[in-house]
């Protein structure tokens, strides 16, 4: 069964801390994404990557950073966390064609 | 670019009745088509996708959708639906080109109420 593993279903963290989100797939996708999720707002794209050590910003890259040196591993990096950034997190990976695998979601609380 | 609109934000609806989710798009290239679904407290599973051929698609639980092209639309159909359906509904959308980096373009949303 293929799977999308995000490390957290729950994290709280303080105003200014720094935040690693992982995510782990075993698809060997090449394509991983790191989508936030709001009421009323869908999900919004803040992140993807195409390559290792690849990164492209989303729609709403600002406060958030990436990384991925390995292949099945994209991190999602909030350099110092603010209230506005409490959300719900989906980490996704996607072959070329047929849609994207998505994670459990880690919903963060900053308070 | 692509855009998504879910034009209901919450549809209730009785157990056993039919219903329609709708969604439109809008893109300056062609696009794949999808609708995912997700239960409370949990992330998104994939319902059903149109990638070409039939504009008909199905799920295995019942669902059916159908790509329009003239219209834009995709909306998503349910004969008679169950309590157990009760979810958000995402309608999204992604490019042709680009091997799937780009991503998909969600919809904003639509809640399914199943009323007993």
């Known amino acids: 069964d293929v799977k999308v593993t995000q490390s957290s279903r729950y994290l709280v963290k303080r105003t200014g801390e720094k935040v690693f989100l992982e995510c782990v797939q075993d698809m060997d996708h090449e394509n991983m994404f790191w989508y936030r999720q709001d009421p009323g707002l869908g999900l919004r794209l803040i992140y993807f990557s195409y390559d290792v050590k690849m990164k492209e910003k989303g729609d709403i890259p600002e406060g958030y950073s990436v990384s991925r040196e390995k292949k099945e591993r994209f991190s999602l990096i909030l350099e110092s966390a603010s209230t506005n950034q409490t959300s719900m997190y989906l980490c996704?990976?996607?072959?070329?064609?047929?849609?994207?695998?998505f994670g459990q979601g880690t919903r963060l609380t900053v308070v | 670019a692509q855009s998504v609109t879910q034009l209901d934000s919450q549809v209730p609806v009785f157990e056993e009745a039919p219903v329609e989710l709708r969604c439109n798009y809008s893109s300056s290239v062609s696009v794949y088509l999808f609708w995912y679904v997700q239960y409370p407290n949990q992330g998104l599973q994939l319902l059903l996708k149109y990638l070409s051929g039939s504009t008909l698609v199905e799920s295995i639980n019942g669902f059916e959708a159908e790509f329009n092209k003239s219209q834009t639309s995709f909306h998503l159909r349910k004969p008679s639906v169950h309590i157990s359906d009760t979810a958000e509904y995402f309608c999204?959308?992604?490019?042709?080109?680009?091997?799937?980096?780009?991503?998909?373009?969600f919809g904003k949303g639509t809640h399914l109420i199943i009323q007993p």
């Open positions: 999204a959308v992604s490019p042709y080109s680009g091997g799937g980096a780009d991503g998909l373009t």
């Open positions: 996704a990976s996607s072959p070329p064609v047929g849609g994207a695998f």
